[in-house]
């Protein structure tokens, strides 16, 4: 393992094992910090940064900031973050930038190809750690790194593919860069990470899939890859803090004809219901943005939601959530009755209005409430008759 932390340089007293052991801390220590800033919303919830992305704009832009909460990093906070934790940070942007103009950069990437695994790896972990400084980005590529970096996250150890991954991800902060990274062969590898990877590779591959898949040649990759099988698996794993991310990137699937027709064939709506039914208020909310995503321009699917027995547990965040969850909630809920008065382009068949009519007795009984013109949500129900 490379650490770029700064240099442990033996002091006077000092031997060379005790020298050593002290580099390999200071490794550990490095990769630790890396991970944690990378990932630094995802780790802390409830930090000013997230709050602040995820009140940033009105309701038109939820999408773009409730994703940009919960898989977006900040590479500019990392000096910030790291600092107070370890008084050697405070030069690490500065030691990054002086190894990146010394010519660090080409030597190490012909490592990444290197049979040696821990040589790949170390060669890895440094290029990524090189990357946190933003102005070496340009250098890493102009290097040629990215397909060697594809290259180790496919042939690496499990952790050499996690930081070729991050390493990715940082790379992918220059835009020109995410076409090049999917044509180079990244998207089947960090698929392959969603489904055999630990718990820390599959939130370094869905963070980068979601950053990649901003090019819609990378969504149709990913779909044709067959991401949304093993998204949707995630789906399901609470607690773990990869059901939000996957439902984050499945969104942004779901923004193609192709993505979200892979979402319906692979039981993604029911996922997404069972999720705004009984997981917790912020992965409901992650839910209703891709059922959104799944519904806004598809009559289809709108059916296929009403018979999966989306409407109570819709009506229910549109009543109870939060303030962008009733929103987005509400905005779902009114495709629905569109689709009911045929504006949707097609009939609900005959099933899906008998759930709607059940529901409004249900409603009635389960939350003690008359419906009246004064609330949006309520208002779709009273203005239908079953019989």
Same mark, same amino acid.
């Given at each position: 393992m490379v650490s770029l932390a700064g240099s442990q340089i033996?002091?006077?007293?000092?031997?060379?094992?005790?020298? #050593?052991?002290?580099?390999?801390?200071?490794?550990?220590?490095?990769?630790? $910090?890396?991970?944690? #800033?990378?990932?630094?919303?995802?780790?802390?919830?409830?930090?000013?940064?997230? #709050?602040?992305?995820?009140?940033?704009?009105?309701?038109?832009?939820?999408?773009?900031?409730? $994703?940009?909460?919960?898989i977006d990093f900040h590479l500019s906070e990392l000096? @910030?973050?790291?600092?107070p934790a370890h008084p050697a940070a405070v030069a690490k942007s500065d030691i990054r930038e002086l190894i990146?103009?010394?010519?660090?950069?080409?030597?190490?990437?012909?490592?990444?190809?290197? $049979?040696?695994?821990?040589?790949? /790896?170390?060669?890895?972990t440094a290029l990524l750690n090189l990357s946190l400084e933003e102005r070496n980005r340009s250098a890493i590529t102009a290097a040629g790194a990215i397909k060697p970096l594809v290259y180790a996250l496919r042939t690496g150890t499990a952790s050499a593919k996690q930081n070729?991954?991050?390493?990715?991800?940082?790379?992918?902060?220059?835009?020109?860069?995410? @076409?090049?990274?999917?044509?180079?062969?990244?998207?089947?590898?960090?698929?392959?990470?969603?489904?055999?990877?630990? $718990?820390?590779g599959k939130k370094d591959a869905l963070t980068t899939l979601y950053r990649l898949c901003s090019a819609r040649r990378n969504k149709e990759r990913a779909v044709s890859a067959g991401a949304v099988v093993p998204l949707i698996h995630l789906v399901g794993e609470r607690g773990s803090g990869t059901s939000e991310k996957a439902m984050v990137v499945l969104a942004s699937l779901a923004g193609i004809v192709e993505g979200?027709?892979?979402?319906?064939?692979?039981?993604?709506?029911?996922?997404?219901?069972?999720?705004? /039914?009984?997981?917790?208020?912020? /992965?409901?909310?992650?839910?209703?943005?891709?059922?959104?995503?799944?519904?806004?321009?598809?009559?289809?699917?709108?059916?296929?939601?009403?018979? /999966?027995?989306?409407?109570?547990?819709?009506v229910a965040l549109s009543q109870s959530g939060s303030a962008r969850a009733k929103h987005k909630a509400e905005t779902l809920l009114g495709y629905l009755r569109e689709q009911r008065q045929g504006g949707g382009g097609c009939r609900v068949e005959p099933v899906a209005a008998s759930s709607l009519a059940r529901f409004i007795v249900l409603r009635c009984v389960t939350f003690s409430l008359t419906p009246t013109s004064g609330s949006a949500a309520p208002s779709i129900w009273v203005t239908y008759s079953y019989t």
């Open positions: 033996p002091s006077p007293g000092q031997s060379p094992c005790a020298a #050593a052991r002290s580099q390999r801390r200071g490794a550990g220590y490095s990769m630790r $910090t890396i991970r944690s #800033a990378l990932l630094q919303p995802d780790s802390c919830p409830g930090s000013p940064h997230v #709050a602040a992305a995820y009140d940033a704009a009105g309701a038109d832009s939820d999408m773009e900031n409730l $994703t940009d909460s919960v000096a @910030a973050t790291a600092g990146g103009v010394s010519g660090a950069i080409p030597a190490l990437v012909p490592l990444l190809r290197s $049979t040696d695994p821990v040589a790949q /790896e170390s060669a890895v070729a991954a991050c390493a990715l991800l940082s790379l992918s902060g220059i835009e020109e860069n995410r @076409a090049t990274i999917g044509a180079c062969g990244a998207i089947p590898p960090l698929v392959a990470l969603l489904s055999a990877g630990s $718990t820390r979200r027709d892979a979402v319906v064939e692979a039981g993604g709506i029911p996922a997404l219901v069972e999720t705004i /039914e009984d997981g917790p208020a912020r /992965e409901r909310e992650f839910a209703v943005v891709a059922l959104l995503q799944l519904c806004s321009e598809c009559p289809r699917n709108r059916a296929l939601l009403v018979r /999966e027995g989306a409407i109570p547990p819709l």
